[in-house]
C-alpha cells in the first residue's frame, strides 16, 4: 500500500516552490509553505495568488476553487513550522552547502517517517542526503517550470534511497496527476542533461552577435516548434539558477566545456539581470515577476522608408512577423539589432524569380513564390523533370484547394506564374535566383559560376544549402556581394521559418532584398553568420546527439528520454522520434559537419548513431531507426 500523503512542505517560495505549493494545493494536498523572512513569504505568497488569479481570469480555475487552494496554504518563516508534515520538497538555490544545512535541519524538525525531497535540477541527491540521519528516506523530485503546467515530474532516486520511498512518491505524482520518469542521480538527470547545453550554446551565439535574441528565438519556435526559444527560457528558469545548474553541471558532469557557463551570464547575474523575476534579463518584462515582455532599447522599431522605385518598401528594423497578404511582391525589410549599419540599406525590387532544382525543396519552394504572387521561372536538368516537378507542385496546390485552404483560381493563377524551362540562360532577367540543387559543393559552385555568366548585374544569387558554407558558392562568382544563404525548411509552404545567411562578403542591400522577400512570402526571417548549421541546425543536432549518447550509456530508454523532453520541456516530438523522422543519416551528417567545423569534443557523432546509419537502420524511411516502423 503507498503511503497517504495528508500535509507537505515546500521550502522556498521562489520560481519553483511557489508553483510546486500550487501544484499540492490543487490536489488537494495541505501545504505548509515556508520562506526565509517576511518579505520572502510575502513575494512568495504574491507569486502564487497572481498564478492562481491567471488561472481563474483564464477560465481555468473557478474562483471557489482557487479560495479553496489557498486556504490549504499555511504561509510561515522558518523550517520548524514542518514538524508535522508527511513529506517536504526543498527548492531553494543551487548551492550544494545551504542545501546541506537545510537538510540537516530537517532531519532535526521533521518526523522520523517524513520524506525529504529536493527540486534540485543538478546537484547530487546522494550529497545532500547524506547530510540527513536518514539518507534512504532523501530522495529528488525534480518539477519542470512551470510546476502547475509541466507534466513531467522527474522522480531521483540515490544507491541509498528505499524501494517503499521511492513508490511513495510515484504514487504521489500519479496522484498529483503528473507522469514520472525515475532515474538515477546523475547530473542534470534527464532533461536538463539534454537542454542546458543547447541553452548554453545559445546564449554564446547571442553574446558573439551571430544573430539577435528575437532571432536565436524564432528560429527555435519557428524552425523546431518548442513552445519557447531559448533565451526567454533562459529568463523563465531565472539567470542565476541557470548558471548554478550549469556550474554544477559543468563540474559533476565530466567538464563538457559546452556546459562552462557563457561569460555573458556571470555578468547578467551579477548586474542583477536575473530574468523574469528580476523584470529584466535577456528580455525587459512589465514588472518584476510578469511574464510580459515590454519593449526596451534593444526592441526592434517598425518605420516606413521612403518607396525605393514605385513600388511599396516597408522597412522593418528587427525581427517582425510581416504580413504576406499583399496582392504583389511587396518589399519589406528588417534590421535586427547588433548588426552593422550596412542593413539599414534598401531593399531591391524583386519580380521574377529563378528556382534551380527538381527535388523536394525546389518544389516547396517554386510553389510558396508562385502562391505568393512571384514570376517564377523554374529551371531543371530537362524536360522530363520538368514534368515532374510540374506535378508536384500541381498536386500540391490542389491539395490545398481539398483542404479549403486555396481557392481553384488561386490555385490557377499560381501555376499561370511558372514557366518551366531545362535551360539556364532563361535566368537571364531575374531579380533573385533560388538554387536547390543537390547538397554537393561542385555541382553548386558549378551552377553559381554559370548563374554568374547568365544573370543580369545587381540580382541576388541564393543557396538553400543547409551544411555548406555559403562563402564557397559566393566566391565560385566574380559577384559574391550578391550571394546570401536563404535556407527554407521542409515542407517550404508549410514552414513559417527562413534563415537568411549573410557571408562575410554579402551586402547590406543583398540581405535587405532577401529578407524583404521572406517577409513578402510570408514567412519569418532570421538572419546569421555563415556558419555550420546556422541557428537552429546549430542548436537542435548537438541536442539530438546528446540524446544518443544517453541511451547508449543506458542512463534511460528512448521512451523515458522521449517523455522527459516532450512533458517536461514541452517538445512537440521527444529526440528519438524526431531522429527517425528527420532520417539518422542525415543527423549524423549534419554531426559531422558541426563537429569539423567546430572542433568542440562534446560535438562528436555519437558512436551509436554512427552503428545504426551503418547497420541500415535510417529510420522512419528504411522502416527501422530507433525504433521498428514496420507494424506501426
Ligand atoms: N528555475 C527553474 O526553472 C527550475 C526548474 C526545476 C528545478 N529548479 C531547482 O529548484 C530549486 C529552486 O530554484 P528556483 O529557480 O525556484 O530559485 P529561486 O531563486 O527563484 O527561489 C529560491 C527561493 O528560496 C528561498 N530561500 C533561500 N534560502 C532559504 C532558506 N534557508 N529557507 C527557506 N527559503 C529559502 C529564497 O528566498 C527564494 O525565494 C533549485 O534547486 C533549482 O535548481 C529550478
Not at 522558518?78 to 545551504?98: R, T, W, Y
Not at 529584466?280 to 534593444?298: A, I, L, M, N, Q
Not at 527535388?359 to 514570376?375: C, P, Q, W
Not at 528519438?576 to 554531426?591: C, K, P, R, S, T
Request: glycine share 8%; aromatic share 6%.
Amino acid at each position: 500500500m503507498a503511503r497517504e500523503f495528508t500535509r507537505v512542505g515546500v521550502v522556498g517560495l521562489g520560481t519553483m516552490g511557489a508553483g510546486i505549493v500550487e501544484v499540492f494545493a490543487r490536489n488537494g494536498l495541505d501545504v505548509t509553505a515556508v520562506e526565509i523572512s517576511e518579505p520572502a513569504l510575502e513575494r512568495g505568497r504574491a507569486t502564487l495568488t497572481g498564478s492562481t488569479d491567471r488561472a481563474v481570469a483564464k477560465g481555468k480555475l473557478a474562483e471557489a476553487d482557487r479560495d479553496a487552494l489557498m486556504a490549504r496554504v499555511d504561509f510561515r518563516v522558518g523550517l520548524d513550522a514542518l514538524h508535522e508534515v508527511d513529506l517536504v520538497i526543498e527548492a531553494v538555490p543551487e548551492h550544494l552547502d545551504l542545501k546541506q544545512r537545510i537538510f540537516a535541519e530537517l532531519d532535526r524538525v521533521c518526523k522520523p517517517e517524513t520524506i525529504l525531497a529536493t527540486n534540485t535540477s543538478s546537484l547530487s541527491v546522494t550529497e545532500i542526503s547524506v547530510a540527513t540521519s536518514r539518507p534512504n528516506q532523501v530522495i529528488g523530485i525534480h518539477f519542470f517550470n512551470p510546476a502547475p503546467v509541466m507534466k513531467l515530474v522527474e522522480v531521483v532516486r540515490t544507491v541509498v534511497t528505499s524501494a517503499d520511498v521511492v513508490a511513495d512518491v510515484e504514487g504521489l505524482c500519479a496522484r498529483l496527476g503528473k507522469v514520472d520518469v525515475t532515474i538515477s542521480d546523475r547530473a542534470g538527470f534527464i532533461a536538463n542533461a539534454l537542454l542546458f547545453g543547447y541553452l548554453n550554446h545559445a546564449v554564446g551565439m547571442f553574446e558573439a552577435r551571430y544573430a539577435t535574441r528575437e532571432d536565436i528565438d524564432a528560429a527555435m519556435k519557428l524552425g523546431c516548434g518548442l513552445p519557447m526559444g531559448p533565451l526567454a527560457l533562459m529568463d523563465l528558469i531565472g539567470l542565476d539558477t541557470a548558471y548554478e545548474i550549469l556550474d554544477t553541471m559543468y563540474r559533476r558532469g565530466g567538464r563538457d566545456r559546452r556546459h562552462a557557463p557563457a561569460p555573458l551570464l556571470k555578468q547578467m547575474v551579477t548586474a542583477g539581470l536575473l530574468g523574469r523575476k528580476s523584470g529584466r534579463g535577456f528580455y525587459t518584462y512589465e514588472r518584476p515577476g510578469s511574464p510580459k515582455v515590454v519593449p526596451d532599447e534593444h526592441t526592434p522599431v517598425a518605420a516606413d522608408v521612403a518607396p525605393a522605385d514605385g513600388a511599396r518598401v516597408v522597412a522593418k528594423v528587427g525581427i517582425g512577423h510581416a504580413r504576406s497578404e499583399l496582392a504583389s511582391p511587396a518589399v519589406v525589410a528588417k534590421v535586427g539589432i547588433g548588426h552593422a549599419r550596412s542593413e539599414l540599406a534598401s531593399p531591391a525590387v524583386v519580380a521574377k524569380v529563378g528556382v534551380v532544382g527538381s527535388g523536394t525543396m525546389a518544389t516547396g519552394i517554386i510553389e510558396v513564390f508562385a502562391k505568393a504572387g512571384y514570376e517564377v521561372i523554374s529551371v531543371t536538368r530537362g524536360a522530363e523533370k520538368s514534368a515532374a516537378v510540374c506535378e508536384a507542385v500541381k498536386t500540391s496546390l490542389n491539395k490545398g484547394v481539398v483542404r479549403g485552404r486555396l481557392a481553384e483560381t488561386d490555385r490557377d493563377a499560381a501555376l499561370g506564374r511558372v514557366n518551366w524551362s531545362a535551360t539556364l540562360e532563361h535566368l537571364a532577367d531575374v531579380d533573385l535566383v533560388v538554387e536547390a540543387v543537390v547538397e554537393e559543393l561542385s555541382v553548386k559552385k558549378a551552377l553559381f559560376a554559370s548563374l554568374d555568366e547568365i544573370c543580369k548585374p545587381g540580382v541576388v544569387l541564393a543557396t538553400t544549402t543547409s551544411s555548406l558554407p555559403v562563402i564557397d558558392v559566393a566566391m565560385a562568382t566574380q559577384r559574391p556581394a550578391d550571394v546570401v544563404g536563404l535556407h527554407f525548411f521542409n515542407p517550404a509552404p508549410v514552414m513559417p521559418l527562413v534563415e537568411v545567411v549573410r557571408t562575410i562578403r554579402t551586402s547590406g542591400e543583398t540581405s535587405a532584398t532577401a529578407r524583404a522577400v521572406c517577409a513578402a512570402l510570408g514567412k519569418t526571417a532570421v538572419v546569421c553568420g555563415d556558419r555550420s548549421g546556422f541557428i537552429v541546425n546549430a542548436l537542435l543536432f548537438p541536442y539530438l546527439n546528446d540524446a544518443v549518447r544517453m541511451l547508449e550509456a543506458s542512463y534511460s530508454t528512448a521512451d523515458d528520454i522521449d517523455h522527459a523532453m516532450k512533458l517536461g520541456c514541452g517538445y512537440p516530438m521527444g529526440p528519438f522520434e524526431l531522429l527517425d523522422v528527420v532520417g539518422l543519416d542525415v543527423a549524423l551528417a549534419i554531426q559531422r559537419e558541426l563537429y569539423l567545423e567546430l572542433r568542440e569534443p562534446g560535438f562528436a557523432p555519437a558512436p551509436l548513431l554512427e552503428h545504426l546509419v551503418t547497420a541500415g537502420y535510417l529510420g522512419r524511411k528504411t522502416g527501422r531507426g530507433f525504433r521498428d516502423h514496420t507494424n506501426r
